[in-house]
T-cell receptor
């Protein structure tokens, strides 16, 4: 039961570097999300996708890009890393709103800890 | 105004007591409400969801929803030290895609 898998778990970046956080899910969920969580704070939505080929911005999209070429994969790209992007990143997935499966809930990956120095 | 508000705590209760966690939300049309538990350094995990006004019980956990007051709560009976974590309230707004707004979480400490 893999669920939502994220890699890498930990990464240190230098200011100005770029990297991609990988995310894959095996639950055949249509919807996928990227959140960031700063220390002591809640989850902020960065980008989301309602299906392959469709992505949209969330609350805090600046400095990030995403793509969704398959149902399973939803990578998050950080361009020109800045110290403000130091955070924990969670990928998540869910069924569409009207589905009664799984209580219409959202499932999270284990998180990726990113430090920009 | 934040979509979802929670008291950050920490809320400290003795082992065996009832812990009461509260959450308010701003969109009156919201229909789905969720409680997640997050241990330090871990990802959020679902405890309960509730759609209808009233109470929903699952083991030691009871979720309470009052749509008129835009208020959701989570009661943990017979609190255990293993319940010590941050509890996140999440709300699914009534329109658009399946988006989830999260509160900033309430930290619960259960003292042995």
């Amino acid at each position: 039961n893999a669920g939502v898998t994220q890699t890498p778990k930990f990464r240190i970046l230098k200011i100005g570097q770029s990297m991609t956080l990988q995310c894959t899910q095996d639950m055949n969920h249509n919807y996928m999300y990227w959140y960031r969580q700063d220390p002591g704070m809640g989850l902020k939505l960065i980008y989301y996708s309602v299906g392959a080929g469709i992505t949209d911005k969330g609350e805090v999209p600046n400095g990030y890009n995403v793509s969704r070429s398959t149902t399973e994969d939803f990578p998050l790209r950080l361009e020109l890393a800045a110290p403000s992007q130091t955070s924990v990143y969670f990928c998540a997935s869910s069924y569409p709103r009207d589905s009664t499966r799984s209580g219409n809930t959202i499932y999270f990956g284990e998180g990726s800890w990113l430090t920009v120095v | 105004q934040k979509e979802v508000e929670q008291n950050s705590g920490p809320l400290s209760v003795p082992e065996g007591a009832i812990a009461s966690l509260n959450c308010t939300y701003s969109d009156r049309g919201s229909q789905s409400f969720f409680w997640y538990r997050q241990y330090s350094g871990k990802s959020p995990e679902l405890i309960m969801f509730i759609y209808s006004n009233g109470d929903k019980e699952d083991g030691r956990f009871t979720a309470q929803l009052n749509k008129a007051s835009q208020y959701v709560s989570l009661l943990i009976r017979d609190s255990q030290p293993s319940d010590s974590a941050t509890y996140l309230c999440a709300v699914n707004p009534p329109r658009g895609f399946n988006k989830f707004y999260f509160g900033s979480g309430t930290k619960l400490n259960v003292k042995p």
